[in-house]
């Protein structure tokens, strides 16, 4: 088994301390006196992706990816090895996102730092949601949400010593606000089931939380069970979306009533009557459709000794069969 | 005047004197210390600090400092550190924070109006720092202020020199916001692929026809977008980021684009630093260029596999008609038979020379021939040449006169064959065009950058040609005064090709020509000298051997003795043996066996009547398969395989002989086909045959062959 690290240099909890964080697995290697491992600092949006892809393909022996940085590494080693059938895939919480494993339980965060715990536990399989653009480990989102995870990055990185929380939650206000230039009519197909309509917010889930972890927008997801929690959010009034947006994000739908239509799918498409913005994972594009489709088990998945993913409870259990209309 | 009030002036004087003193200091520390520095870029700077200085001077006197002394230096103390910063350090954060107080809105007004705004704004953040330094009344500092005239002064002084340092960043930002809007007005409006990348390979700017062409409607969409997410989307991210990758300043690749129909781009690209990933991608559009040089590789592959088809069905009749018209005339044949049988013989002669016109000149504008250099006798060489011409000559009842020099070498190493098919073709064609008179040829040497330059000119007294038609000389089908030459028969392509051959051997070729006078081609070839360098003296130290050939005279045996005797060489070198006319008769074999497989049942009669002639007893096959299962059977010391057979052809067969091993391994096998396009002989060989025979097989190659692989003791000389 060979360990292949990608450290993103910007990534929040990396930045400043690749030297250290590098050296911290030097060390540890050579305490276990191995040498199986391989370390590459990304240089550039997407350089990690293909590094990865490269080093996987050509690899004699299995690979151990471990993803040091937020969702946005962890969504390139995804795209980067999808398909390969010699590849696993490790997550570190280093970034300012890690909703993903939030997942876990905030309590479990220390042992997904803990190189040990990475380098010698099992894996398990996990879902990956399968786009006309990439593949999305967590979650998809399209139209508001899209836009503010959009803009909370830009005003990010253009203000990069403001709090993370604040610059998505501005982002999010200021969306809402917009709600009458963002909301549009979707052609929705659900598993040959027609949701077509006019919707603010379309949400995707693979694991029910987003936001750092600290919103549950999709309580009835769950990461391994071969289906697709779609979320759609009906255009409305902002004042009203304003009202309702507590509900949403705190996994409090019945009080949202006809203005959220939850269902399960296993394959999805959209496509809009203008351009839609969406957001994969956090990471955003533009594009006429979008079909998603689930595949079970796609990656291997390294969890901590201590972590039973199977064993994990739903947050909210979905009601029996589909919502209709 | 109270004390607070002769401070406050003092200091007000202070305060001007520094600023002149600084600014005098400061252009002359700029000058001597940092020559290289603009002045344009450090001056206002070292005017902010001045204004800075004043600020903190006025600040301090509202203060009530009493004592002179320190309403004099604690001034210069406080202001010192943002002194040195904004004039020693650059402290662009420094003139931002100031600047942004009290004088952005001034800023938007370029006129006197700003000035005044600038002023108000200062007066404001002046009571704003002087709260916080702790005067006790709110706003005080500015009814001071105003209250002192040299105060007043000193603000005064202070906003100009603001009002003049922000006309200065004002100018810069124009200057700046004028060249960003051109730039997106040329990348919204260029009907080039353009992107430009930033440091962590997102999209900085991106042209509309790019962004477009990637399925993004509006450039904002892009903007910001990983670069490397849009080529995955178009399917070439693999061949940008190894572009990336290799980190070079200028790299050229041709990327395709998998779409209903493919699309192929020319993917140049720039980078825009040492240390950054930052760079410029240019995609240009030659798919339309790069199918038609498809279509054209296509049409010549076509008209290539239509030449080799064409040459293969012509060939295989003609093996029937030289072969049999061979075979006849070693029979007992009557006088009228003879001469009929040898017109037919010449008649195929002619058209075979006609297709290998046609094969060659389709060789060389493929670009699929090759000069092959070798050492030869220069003495057989001419002789050779000459014993062909020299009949044609005779025939015509044309003199032939041969000039040598002696600074041609013995030996040369180059292309035998291509140097005598331009001298034949020119020799021939002077025979042809002159009715009377003579033909001369001149050969002489000298050396040259490259090698040894080889001379032949050809001269005859033919009917000579217009200077007008002289351009059309060396075009392919060409023939001039077709209706003067309208008995004279040729494919108008012998020129075309001698021209092609000559520059193939680096060497030209030129003409010069009196119409109704004759004609003179000269050409030269880069050779070498196969001396190896050593200056050997001519064998005789005349300077010139000159041969001359009378009509009707065969004098050929002197006339060899004479160029022996010129150039060196033995006579075995120079024997009539060289010549065509090879005999059935040369030599017999003893109990020789030789197996002939090819479909074509014509043809095994030829192969087989040539063979018997030798002695040899001849089994025959029609297909590879066939001929595989008798070799296996019998024993041969020789076999001959035509290529293209139905159920096994020669090719598969001949592996799989080998594949066999044991004495399979050493069995000769010849090619025998009628296939005589570029790079079958390669093929044959590399099939594992050992020698190619093309047909119509000519009677001197099979000669050659048997002798080279029959065993010894089975031949009978």
Known sequence: MHHQFIINPIASAVKGRVREITEEIKAFFGGIGADNYHIHVTRWVRDGMGYVNRFARTSPEPVRVHSMGGIGTLYEMVNGTIGLPNVQIAAYPMGASNFFLQYFGTDKMHMFRSIRNQVFSDVTPIDVMRGN????????????????????????????????????????????????????????????????????????????????????????????DGIMEIYLIKKMSSLKLLSQINNYMSGNHKSMGDNLIHTQGKKITISGERDIMMSLDSECFYDESLTLEILPDAIEFVCPDGIDITKIPRIRTPARGRNSR | MTDYMIGTVEAARSLTRKMVLLYVVVKQILAIAAPNVDPELWIPRAIIGASMYGLTVVITKNRRLSSNWLATFIPIIMALPEILWVVLLGGEWLIFLYIIGCSLVGMLFLEFRGLLISMTVNCVVLTFCSLILGINMSGAGVFTMLNDFYGIVAVVIINILIYLTCKQFTYAFKQFRETGEAFSTIMETTPGFLAVINGYARIAHISRSLAEWFGISDIKYAKKRSFLDLCNKMGIMSAVQGLMEQGGTAEEMVVTRHDDRDRHFLLRSFSMGEHTVARTFEFTDVTDMMEAKMTAEEADRQKSNFLANMSHEIRTPMNAIVGMTELMLTTPLNSV???????????????????????????????????????????????????????????????????????????????????????????????KFTKAGSISLDISGEHAEGGLKLNFTVRDTGMGIKKSEINRLFEAFTQLDTKKNRDIMGTGLGLAITKRLVEMMGGQISVESVYGEGSAFSFYIICEDGQDGKTADPPNAKERCVLEYEPGKYQAENLRA???????????????????????????????????????????????????????EV???????????????????????????????????????????????????????????????????????????????????????????????????
């Open chain 1, 133 to 224: 653009i990439g593949y999305s480990i967590g979650h998809t989102v399209i139209g508001l949400e899209a836009i503010a995870d959009r803009d909370g990055s830009e005003i990010l990185e253009r203000a990069k010593h403001l709090p993370v929380s604040l610059c998505y939650i501005y982002a999010g206000i200021r969306s809402i606000f917009r709600v009458k230039e963002i909301g549009q009519r979707y052609d929705i197909e659900i598993d040959g089931v027609d949701f077509s309509g006019e919707y603010v917010s379309i949400l995707v889930a693979g694991p029910p939380c987003y936001g750092g972890g600290n919103m549950i927008p999709a309580p009835e997801a769950h990461p391994n």
């Open chain 2, 619 to 717: 089994i025959t096959a029609l297909n590879g398969k066939e001929g595989l299962d008798r070799i296996q059977e019998e024993e041969f010391d020789a076999a001959f395989f035509d290529h293209m057979m139905p159920v096994m052809d020669g090719v598969e067969a001949a592996a799989a002989i080998r594949a066999l091993g044991g004495r399979f391994e050493t069995i000769p096998i010849i090619a025998l086909s009628a296939n005589a396009m570029p790079g079958v002989e390669k093929m044959f060989l590399d099939a594992g045959m050992n020698a190619y025979l093309s047909k119509p097989v000519m009677m001197k190659d099979l000669h050659r062959t048997l002798l080279n692989f029959l065993p010894p003791e089975k031949i009978i000389t």
């Open chain 2, 337 to 431: 038979q003879q001469s009929q049988a040898l017109a037919v013989k010449n008649a195929a002669m002619s058209l075979l020379t006609i297709i290998n016109d046609i094969l060659d000149f389709s060789k060389i504008s493929a670009g699929k021939m090759e000069a092959a250099a070798t050492p030869f006798n220069t003495a057989a060489f001419i002789n050779d040449t000459l014993n062909i011409i020299n009949i044609n000559a005779a025939e015509a009842g044309l003199a032939l006169k041969v000039a040598i020099s002696n600074n041609v070498p013995p030996k040369i190493i180059g292309d035998e064959v291509r140097i005598k098919q331009c001298l034949l073709n020119l020799l021939n064609n002077a025979i």
């Open chain 2, 562 to 616: 004479a160029l022996l005797e010129f150039l060196g060489g033995t006579a075995e070198e120079c024997t009539p043996e060289r010549r065509d006319d090879v005999k059935f008769n040369a030599f017999k074999t003893k109990n020789a066996r030789v197996l002939v497989v090819d479909d074509n049942p014509v043809n095994l009669t030829v192969a087989a009547g040539m063979l018997r002639h030798y002695g040899i």
